[in-house]
């Protein structure tokens, strides 16, 4: 079984909303990692988590804030939004962040910011 | 130079016939190499990992991977209406902690 799951499908919010998206797998991977893709353009990778510790930040500002509450979930925070922050968010995970581990993609959250 | 490079699309072929999908990449240090399958509003699926020279070889797709000429592809034989999407390569880079670099990806079209 290779599932990642997301919630929600869909997000809508204002800018002046805060809300969270919800990632999980329970393949007992230990690298999560959280990505953003617009229209037409491939993911831009926003952050790593590797054994529930952030190993990456891609400069990500700081209205995104990512938490890995335990091993098996992974959110990600949102609050104070722009209108461009609007894209496909999503989740992966992979056995380990070795250079050779497959990350397997959860179905995305489709998120609009009004 | 861009770190990954696919060719442009849209690529358009017939039912039946072979697709080609080619990616290059500037990094030597590049040690594992993916191809995923993206259908419009939906994620990226895995469709074929390669990590040593050669080919593999999945059903109706086969990898080829050239180190020396940086070069990875992906081959699909007997195309179908249902192979339409884009295709991302993606490279995982030694000691970048998991990132994986995606190419811009190229659309194909299978037209019946």
């Known amino acids: 079984d290779t599932e990642v799951t997301q919630t929600p499908k869909h997000l809508v919010m204002g800018m002046t909303n805060k809300k969270s998206l919800k990632c999980e797998q329970h393949m007992g991977h230990r690298a999560m990692y959280w990505y953003k893709q617009k229209a037409k353009k491939p993911p831009e990778l926003m952050f790593v988590y590797s054994y529930e510790k952030l190993s990456i930040n891609e400069s990500v500002p700081s209205r995104f804030s990512p938490e890995c509450p335990n091993s098996s979930l992974l959110n990600l925070h949102l609050h104070a939004l722009q209108p461009e922050d609007s894209a496909l968010y999503l989740c992966?995970?992979?056995?380990?962040?070795?250079?050779?581990?497959?990350?397997?993609f959860g179905p995305g959250t489709r998120l609009t910011v009004l | 130079q861009k770190e990954v490079e696919q060719n442009s699309g849209p690529l358009s072929v017939p039912e039946g016939a072979i697709a080609s999908l080619n990616c290059t990449y500037s990094?030597?240090?590049?040690?594992?190499f993916f191809w995923y399958r993206q259908y419009s509003g939906k994620s990226p699926e895995l469709i074929m990992s390669i990590y040593s020279n050669g080919d593999k070889e999945d059903g109706r797709f086969t990898a080829q991977l050239n180190k020396a000429s940086q070069y990875v592809s992906l081959l699909i034989r007997d195309s179908q209406p249902s192979d339409s999407a884009t295709y991302l390569c993606a490279v995982n880079i030694y000691n970048q902690g998991g990132k994986l670099i995606f190419g811009q990806g190229t659309e194909l079209s299978v037209k019946p």
């Open positions: 992966a995970s992979s056995q380990d962040r070795e250079g050779s581990d497959t990350q397997y």
């Open positions: 990094d030597r240090g590049s040690q594992s």
